[in-house]
């Protein structure tokens, strides 16, 4: 099986990120994605319909790859979302198009994960707080799966430092256009990442 991936960007100043940009740089080397730059694309937010709406009909896989801004997506994810998924194409009785796709988030924050718990300072899972994600997933009867979370992203400081995690990104795509993953298992989980063989070997001595 290979599985076509879109991946749309969603970061309005990508030559100031530590984390986004990195992880860009590390999926464009994957046979199989196609990188989508939302706000390079659409500097003055005037989204083509049409043109996002091919996209997504020419591929499997449609990967969100953003900063968390207010415990949520930048503003033109939820342009994209308002206009995109219109009724009758994505949802409604007369068209279903996603109907089957996968999709997930692949998150960076500047909290650490253990703000991200229920004792925690942000209450929530970076994944509770996408319920919108996968409600709209659910709705457009497409697979919603557990993001992929990068905590912390102020602290990283270098390619060297990063490069673990750029490892396990691309192999999350890989897997993702092999079908290698298992989407029952790794939908329950909070987050993505340690559904992946290289989030096993980590706990490992
Ligand atoms: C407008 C704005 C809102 C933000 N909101 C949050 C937030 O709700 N939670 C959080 O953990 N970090 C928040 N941050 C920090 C960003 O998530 C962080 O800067 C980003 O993930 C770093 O990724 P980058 O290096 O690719 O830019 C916010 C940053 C900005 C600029």
């Given at each position: 099986m290979?599985?076509?991936?879109?991946?749309?960007?969603?970061?309005?100043?990508?030559?100031?990120?530590?984390?986004?940009?990195?992880?860009?740089?590390?999926?464009?080397?994957?046979?199989?994605?196609?990188?989508?730059d939302?706000?390079?694309?659409?500097?003055?937010m005037?989204?083509?319909?049409?043109?996002?709406?091919?996209?997504?009909?020419?591929?499997?896989?449609?990967?969100?790859?953003?900063?968390?801004?207010?415990?949520?997506?930048?503003?033109?994810?939820?342009?994209?979302?308002?206009?995109?998924?219109?009724?009758?194409?994505?949802?409604?009785?007369?068209?279903?198009?996603?109907?089957?796709?996968?999709?997930?988030?692949?998150?960076?924050?500047?909290?650490?994960?253990?703000?991200?718990?229920e004792?925690?300072?942000?209450?929530?899972s970076?994944?509770?707080?996408?319920?919108?994600?996968?409600?709209?997933?659910?709705?457009c009867?497409m697979?919603?799966?557990?993001?992929?979370?990068?905590?912390?992203?102020?602290?990283?400081?270098?390619?060297a430092?990063?490069?673990?995690?750029?490892?396990?990104?691309?192999?999350?795509?890989?897997?993702?256009?092999?079908?290698?993953?298992?989407?029952?298992?790794?939908?329950?989980?909070?987050r993505?990442n340690?559904?992946?063989?290289?989030?096993?070997?980590?706990?490992?001595?």
């Open positions: 290979t599985r076509k991936i879109l991946l749309l960007l969603a970061h309005p100043v990508l030559e100031r990120s530590r984390v986004n940009r990195r992880l860009l740089d590390g999926a464009r080397g994957v046979e199989g994605v196609t990188v989508h939302l706000y390079e694309a659409y500097p003055a005037q989204l083509s319909v049409r043109r996002e709406q091919k996209l997504l009909l020419e591929h499997d896989v449609i990967v969100f790859q953003h900063p968390f801004y207010w415990y949520s997506t930048p503003a033109i994810l939820k342009e994209w979302q308002d206009l995109v998924l219109e009724h009758n194409w994505a949802y409604g009785q007369k068209g279903h198009h996603l109907d089957g796709k996968i999709t997930l988030n692949v998150v960076s924050t500047g909290g650490p994960e253990q703000a991200y718990s004792q925690g300072f942000n209450r929530f970076v994944r509770q707080l996408l319920a919108p994600y996968e409600l709209t997933a659910h709705l009867r697979t919603f799966l557990p993001p992929f979370v990068v905590h912390s992203a102020f602290h990283v400081e270098s390619d430092q990063f490069a673990p995690v750029v490892v396990e990104y691309r192999q999350l795509l890989e897997a993702l256009r092999d079908g290698t993953i298992n989407l029952e298992a790794a939908a329950r989980l909070t993505i340690s559904a992946l063989p290289v989030g096993e070997q980590k706990g490992t001595p």
